[in-house]
Structures are given as C-alpha cells and as structure tokens.
C-alpha cells in the first residue's frame, strides 16, 4: 500500500512548490505561525537543525574560533555608520520605538545581523597585535522583514551562525574567508550530501559592506540555485566606521582587516528540496535525527514476549553511535507506522515481527531507494552502519548526476533563453563583468549571477553571452530561490 | 607573587557588588555594551553557558521533552488574552512598531516569556487524549526591560530554555512541574555544585497567571539569596485563553492542564558568587570549559625540547574525558599565566619546567583552596581525575556550610529585624499566610519570602513572625537578588 503517493502530498510535477509545503507538514518540520512571517520549528524539524549546528559547531570551534553572544538589539547610530550597510540592511528592519512603558529616545533595531554591534566591541578589546587574530562565532536569531515568505527558505525570523574575524593583513582575511567557505562545503557535501559550487558573488550580489562575498551553490531538484553559504571579506570598511585598530609590531597604530560568514535555517530547506520524493521527506543519514527504526509487530500478544525478546538480545549488538529508534506502540497498525516514518525520512526502516524473529532477520527498507531486503541478526552490527553510509554516498551521488545532467555551456543569448524559457538549470557562459549586462539578464529572464565559480566553469574568455563584448571569465547563472 | 590580591579586584569584604564586577571583567565573562541593560557574553562566559546547557538538554531530552523553536514576536492581542499574564509582562517588554518600512498595524512585543506564542500552537496541535502529554522545551533570547541591571543577573536581554508541557490532569501537570524542579535541582547540586532549597513561591511571588510557582533558592557568599529556577502549574489559565482542548477516551472535550520552567544566564552569575574568592572566579569543574590547564615552562631554548617531549609522552596518559588547555605559548611569563589561569577560574594547575620533567612530576595547584602539592606522572592518570572529583565535591560542601552558618530560625519580629539588619542570611520563620504580612516585611526591611519550603524549615506551625496570629507553617526570608 506504500507504493501509492500518500494522500496529502502533492507530486512535484504537479506542482514543486505546493509538494515541498507538503512534504514539511507531512514530516512534521515546521509550520507558520500567526506571527507574519515567522516560523515555528517543530521537534523534528529542530532536531535537524540540532544535528547540523553540532556538526559545523564542531568544525568552528577545531579550526581556532570561540562561541560568545552580543545582543539582539542594534542602536540606529551603530548601523548607520556604515553607508552600505544601513542602505542595505535598514529597510528591512524590525525597528523597537517603545521600551519599558515609555518611547526610547534611540530607536533600536533587531539584528538583522551583527557587523555594527559586534565591532563596537572588537574596538574595545583589540589593542595589540597581540590581540590578533580574534576568531568569534556567534548562534543567534535575526530578523530580516520579508514580504513573501516560505518555511525555511525565507522567513522573518531565522536561526543562524554568523562568524566574525579581526586580522593583521588582508592576506590573513583573505585566508579566513576561504576557510569559512571550506567549512561550508563540508557541511554541505559531507553532512546534506548537497554537492555544491563555490565562487565569488558579482558586486551587485555581495553583501552590504563588503570588499567581496563568496558563496557555495548547490542545485535543487526543480534546477532552480540555492545559496547555501556566505562567507565576506569585509576589507578595512566595518575597522574604519568602527575604529578598530591595533598596534603593530613597529608601533605604528592600523586599522584590522575583517570577515564574517554565515548559514542559516535555510539550509534544512535545501535538505528538503534536494533529496526528497513524492512519498515525503528524505534524510540523510548524517543529519537524520533518527537513522534507523525498528518497528516492532505483532497480532497475536502471545507473540508479544517473542518480539521483544528477540529485540532485547539484538538492539544491544547495534553500534551505540547509530542514533535507532524503537517503534514498538501498541497503538498503531503496522502500515500507520510504516507511513508515519517514511514521511519523516528515516533513512532506514527495520521491520521485526514473528516471523522475522523465527528466520532470525529484519525486513528492511531504505528510504532513498525504497528497496526492501532482509537483514540476519547477526549481520546487524555491520550491515547497518554499511548501509547508511550506502544511503549517504548514494544521495549526495544522486544530487550530483542532477545537477550534471542540468548543467550547460551556453554561448549565445538566444540559446540561454531557450534553455530558461524551458526547465532550466545551471548554465556557465562568459560574462563581460557589466553589472549592465547582469540586470538585463535578471529583467528579461529572472536569471541571476549565481557566483564566478572557483573550478566550474573553466577560466575561460569569450563574448559575453549578452553583450558580446570580451568576457574575461564564465558565470554561473541560474534561477535562485 | 600570586599571594597579593591582584590588581584589579576588590575584596569581597570591601565591597562585595565591586567585586562581582571585578571577578566577572579579570576572568573576561561578560561586558556591558552598548546597548542599555544588554551585555555581552564573552567567549569564557559563553563555554560555561554551553557546558550548563548541555548538561540541562541532556536531563530534558531524557525525561522525554523535545526541543523546538518558536517566533521572537508575539503579537499585542495574544499577550492580552491572559489577563494576569498581560499585567505582569507588558509594563516590561520592548515594542516593535515599524517592519519593513512601515508602521504595523498591530504592535508586536518581543517575547518576555514565550507561554502564548507557543499555546497558540499547542492549540492546533493538540485534538485528543493521544496527543498527550505534550512535553517542548525551547532554548531562546528573551527581553524583559530593566531599569537596575547587573550582569548575568539582571539584563535586559537573557539566555534561557523554557520548557511547556500539556497534559490530560491535574495531577499529571503537577507531577511534570515537580519533575522540572528536580532536574534544576540536579543541575545546581551536581553540576555547578551549589546546594539549593526547593519549595513553593507565595501567591505575591508566583508566576504571572499561573495556580502556582516552586523555586529553588540559593545562597551566594554574601547571605542573600538567588532564585535558580522556577516551575509553574499553569492550570487551565492558559488553556481557556488559548482554548487548548483534547477530546478525552469517552468523547467529552477537556482543556489540558499546563507548566511552563526555565532557567537563564543567571545561572552563571550564581556560579560566579557561590564560589569565587578574592583572587576572582572559581569555577566547579563539571562546568568549567577548562578543568585542568597544563603551564609549559622553561627558560633555555634548550629545555624546550624536554618539556615539549615530557608532555607528549605524558598528555595521552590523562583520560580524554578531562578538558585540558595546553599552554606552551612563548610570549608570556610563568607568572603571568598562573594569573591569567587563576582569574578564569580553572579548577587545576598543573606546571611543567626542566626541574620537573627530571623529576618525572607535575607541581600542582588546586584553585579552590590554593593548595600545592606535586603530581608523578605515573600517578597523573587516576590523580587529575580524583582532584576534579575533590574540588567539585568540597566546593559543594563549602557552599553548604556557609548556608548552614547563616541560615537561623527566628520566631519573633525584633530578632528578624535585627538579624536582617545584621550580616543577614537565611531566617525560617512562621508565617500565616497574608500578603499583607509579606508586604510589611518587605518594606521594612527589604527581605522577602523566598518560597514556603518542602523540608526546610520543618512544617512547624506557630504565631506569624510578622503578626503573631497562628500560621500553619514556616517560610524562608531572605533579601534576594
């Protein structure tokens, strides 16, 4: 009876944006609260995002940055001492007029991110070069007003890291910012199983205030881009409106180079959207909060003691680090259970009933490939862990041959708009540099510069494919979320 | 060297408020910032909060509750629907008027405490008897406006987890806030080694619409008294106004019975005051970052190569469950780091020069009672692991004997009076029940009812400290932060 698209969900042929809202509610990951906007992350949507958070918190805290908190509030003056920023990031501000009974004589903003609190502080406690490198990370909520939202992918209110770096050189900046992107590839390819591209945004794409941004994009199922990951050299720019400056060896006083860098709760959008089905949520298992469940049956509670006994002997044999759970409620039929975890994306499904205990197997199912075999008990300790590393690879194998089949080389502007009038999906063409040229191409087709890739594409010049002038380079472009 | 006060902090005798400040700026905890009432947690002071969290997650997660995330926003009109709720928050909480450019049209309140938001949700979530009990725990930023701030106690801006329950009784509901209370009893017994009393706020002290609040209290080093933890039995308050129903087994519509807790950053401020002394912080090792940190030293480059040997032979013999620090670093003096070590509050110093690497032994120093003594390699493995045991376990006790030594049972108002007029401390007195009572002590003598403890003082009835009519039992006095 599984084989059947489970009522409720909307196939994404039919209808890609209506079958993610599907699969979200399905799964039970988050749902729209009566706050405009904002979201409220359901248990298993969170936990997601707990898994995720451990990973790269892991990653931050090897590679020499410490976690601390700076408050949610922003004084007016701090974000309008720099001019890029305040035009970028104030229109789209919560703004607090009214605290404790009584109107403020500043008006305070809620974060929409913290360059402008944070480097007031780097101001107080950078004096030396001694004081340098300074590696700070921060988790945090921020707020950015947004007209059309959608779960996860674009809501008011998010959940993010936001890292934020001092150097003596730009050079040291220049390394930082690499780095952070790094980190993001890893969370992306090792963790989301997502392969994603990473390159530099075009100066219309860059963050406010920055000298230059760079950014990892991966592809989704529809062919639209994702952006999973920023990370800015923010050159002198933030040092100078802020005054943070140190002593150098020499004596002589210098303004610091800066980075910051950022993922958010949008991420588990690009899970969602890259890996899942018709049937609903797919996981891997890396960031799956449950990787593997044992569903426990029988009809007869005869038979009862016979099940669980046989689970008490091999539950033990499992690997600890597999995070299972048993499903043994009396309250449910076999087929709710079934459903129930498939729509939450376990990766891998373990059946025990009577039978199963009499062969001395598990029926198993995995969720990415909806293949079903059996398991001998004593093959357990191994095989499991085999097979969700199995799933791992095999989903990120799968993102990636998309993503190949959907990729092309476009050399002329007619031929670019064949391909986005139609499914579309990433084309690398050469780009004169023209910001000229990059809003015409968003005018005329939506079509945006995703980044000048690092490897894809190749470092070669041509006419650029709107203007025909000499192209320097090739751009990614494609339709964005 | 090390034997003077340092520079920098003022002794707990002079002036105890100074010194919390000086404690909390020597060992880098947290700084004001720009932003009225907020603060900023500094990288020391956010690794204890994530070292407390993850103990408390761990307990939650246990006990069967899930975490989740819901909107910094709450709208006026939810606010108000709880009529003691909206009295007790609103005067306290910052208002955002303008999103996006324009004025909303209705105002929202960032979140003091989360229980409408998130009812609000329980609502759609919860239909029948099955959904019960619905166990969420939320870890968040929350604002309430102060005008008296001081750090990790008082700030406009906090940390904190709040957990809310639903459930089909009374009794059930009762059961979860009494469970709640164990576990921030747990957390400040066995983690941050401060021994706590638990029992029941009065009706003037309970949370704003709830049947009734528990708290565990504390005493910090100067006798007065700091709530660690609140536990509230919502009853159906909340449930009417949110209109939270479930269909019970036999079909009848029922409003669940609900509990909201939470702890905060406060916690660390209580930390700081239990046990630092007036070299500055000290930390219980359980939520020290650092427990033991090793001081490499050496004066000839010639015995760089001894120690740095010594230490990688001897290093992996200590367990890995133990956080050590490493400092090997050139550019600071012995002196200097021993004081850098000792003002951050890390439980065990351990230093290793030439002199002892031919002696094949650490020269250590324990931060609580100063004591030194010398470690043989040999013997490190089970030693560290003891010491830390020891300084958790006599900090505790320390704690506990000078809660014992001020803590007194008084049962007439002269005797109160001086007593709180004196050096202060804990005072078990009967009381009969009236606010009225309650109110004249406190603007007398500015001590207040700390909560009708379960065990201590015994349940003895008597006249009323404060009126001399019969009171059924005892209440514990003290001035609070």
């Known amino acids: 009876m599984e084989k059947e698209t489970p009522k409720g969900i ?36 969170y936990a997601i995002w707990e898994r995720l958070q451990a990973s790269l918190d892991g990653m931050i805290k090897e590679t020499g940055h410490e976690n601390a908190y700076f408050p949610l509030f922003i004084p007016e003056s701090f974000l309008r001492r720099e001019a890029e920023h305040v035009e970028g990031f104030a229109p789209e501000c919560a703004v607090v007029t009214h605290g404790g009974g009584k109107e403020l004589e500043e008006k305070l903003y809620v974060r929409p991110t913290s360059e402008t609190i944070i480097y007031s502080m780097f101001a107080q406690w950078i004096q030396s070069w001694r004081d340098l490198p300074l590696k700070i990370n921060q988790w945090a909520n921020v707020v950015r007003w947004e007209m059309r939202t959608r779960l996860f992918l674009r809501t008011t209110e998010f959940l993010w890291q936001e890292g934020h770096t ?6 040291e900046a220049e390394e930082e910012v690499r780095l952070a992107l790094d980190l993001y590839r890893r969370l992306s390819t090792e963790d989301l199983a997502i392969p994603v591209i990473p390159g530099r945004k075009s100066e219309a794409e860059k963050f406010a205030g920055a000298l230059h941004t760079y950014s990892i994009e991966a592809m989704m199922q529809d062919g639209r881009a994702l952006q999973a990951g920023t990370s800015h050299h923010l050159g002198q720019n933030f040092a100078k409106a802020f005054d943070v400056k140190f002593q150098d060896p020499q004596g002589a006083l210098q303004h610091v180079w800066q980075t910051s860098w950022g993922v958010s709760t949008r991420l588990i959008g690009a899970v969602i959207m890259a890996h899942s089905d018709d049937v609903g949520l797919v996981l891997p298992p890396r960031i799956a909060p449950i990787e593997a ?25 499992i690997p600890p680090s597999v995070r299972i759970r048993v499903d ?32 001395s197997q598990f029926f198993a199912a995995r969720r990415d490939t909806g293949e079903k075999f059996s398991i001998p ?67 005329e087709t939506k079509v945006t510069i995703r980044c000048l890739p690092f490897e894809w594409p190749a470092d070669e010049p041509g006419p650029c494919v709107v203007c025909g002038r000499p192209a320097p380079r090739r751009a990614l472009f494609a339709k964005a979320y």
Chains 1, 2 share one sequence.
């Open 166 to 171: 001092a150097h003596a050189t730009f050079e």
């Open 10 to 45: 909307t196939p994404r042929a039919e209808d890609y944006s209506r079958w993610y809202q599907d699969v979200i509610a399905a799964a039970e990951l988050a749902d729209y609260s009566p706050v405009r906007g904002c979201m409220v992350i359901r248990p298993h949507g």
């Open 293 to 317: 469940v044992i569903v426990a049956t029988w009809s007869k509670s005869s038979d009862e003691r016979l099940v669980r006994d046989a689970l008490e002997r091999v539950r033990p044999t």
């Open 377 to 443: 008990f004593d093959r357990a300790p191994e095989e499991i862990p085999r097979i969700l590393a199995d799933i791992q690879r095999s989903l990120y194998d799968r993102a990636l041959r998309l993503r190949e089949e959907r990729s092309v080389r476009i050399d002329d502007y007619r031929t670019f708009r064949e391909f986005f009038d139609g499914a579309g999906g990433f084309a690398s063409s050469p780009w004169c540099g023209d910001g000229a040229c990059e809003a015409k191409v968003q005018d």
């Open 328 to 359: 043994d409620r009396d309250k449910f039929h076999l087929a709710w259970k079934r459903f129930h975890w498939e729509r939450k994306g376990v990766p891998l499904r373990l059946e025990i009933g009577p039978r199963d205990v009499k062969a």
